[in-house]
């Protein structure tokens, strides 16, 4: 059955958040160490990519590292952070070959520097390109970002340019580092897990989850498109009545 075919064109979620998780777990079956599991994750990022064009997702905003996996051990995160840098050396011809531009969100600051200079600059060289946008939530945890978008309103007050009575969920979103993004419609997890781990916490308020077993290398096209056809079936009400839903 070719799974793609069954997509309702007219329904795409424009925006997919997906957090990527089962790396280690993946290489740990196939007797290998984690760092064999990342890269191999690399060619289900390849792919899901490239999906997102096929079918006309608009964004797809990736779970790459958060602020909590400093805490793994060092010489995984030395290793994740110098397969970053060559993933995004090497992938960024494909990239703007595909249409693909490239944004990062997250505290990118506490990156290594070599990390901020290869993310810079295919940043740059996609930045012209409207197919698909592809996020990287990368030193990126949910309460970083709505704790410093509290500061930076804070600052606003502070300045006289704002009164605490005024402070709307507008102005939050505003100071949020996903401010140039419409909010996920989908979000996926790999791998069992069923949590959000920090990941989006205001973004996620209306998104439909979906939840598969599959580890992330595993996770390929037709896995990509059945959580396309979950998210159609499901009736999106927004607080409203599946009445009202139906009349508009």
Aim: proline share 3%; glycine share 4%; charged share 25%.
């Amino acid at each position: 059955m070719d799974l793609k075919q069954s997509i309702n064109k007219n329904n795409i979620p424009q925006h997919i958040a997906i957090v990527m998780d089962g790396n280690g777990r993946w290489a740990k079956q196939h007797g290998e160490d984690r760092i064999f599991g990342h890269h191999e994750g690399v060619n289900s990022v390849r792919e899901i990519v490239e999906a997102c064009g096929e079918i006309g997702v608009k964004y797809l905003t990736l779970y790459a590292f958060s602020t909590e996996n400093w805490n793994r051990p060092k010489d995984e995160v030395d290793s994740l952070m110098e397969l970053l840098v060559s993933t995004i050396s090497m992938e960024t011809p494909n990239l703007n070959k595909k249409g693909v531009k490239l944004q990062a969100i997250g505290d990118i600051k506490s990156l290594p520097e070599s990390c901020q200079r290869e993310l810079q600059e295919s940043i740059d060289i996609t930045s012209k390109n409207d197919t698909v946008t592809l996020i990287l939530a990368l030193s990126y945890s949910s309460k970083w970002e709505i704790t410093n978008a509290v500061q930076q309103i804070a600052k606003q007050v502070e300045a006289g340019k704002l009164k605490a009575s005024e402070i709307t969920a507008k102005h939050i979103e505003q100071n949020l580092t996903t401010s140039k993004f419409p909010d996920p419609e989908l979000m996926i997890r790999t791998s069992g897990e069923h949590r959000i781990s920090n990941f989006l916490l205001w973004q996620l308020a209306y998104t439909e989850f979906y939840f598969t077993d599959i580890l992330w290398p595993d996770f390929r096209k037709d896995e990509f498109f059945k959580a396309i056809i979950s998210f159609q079936s499901r009736e999106r009400r927004f607080g409203k009545t599946s009445e009202q839903i139906s009349t508009n």
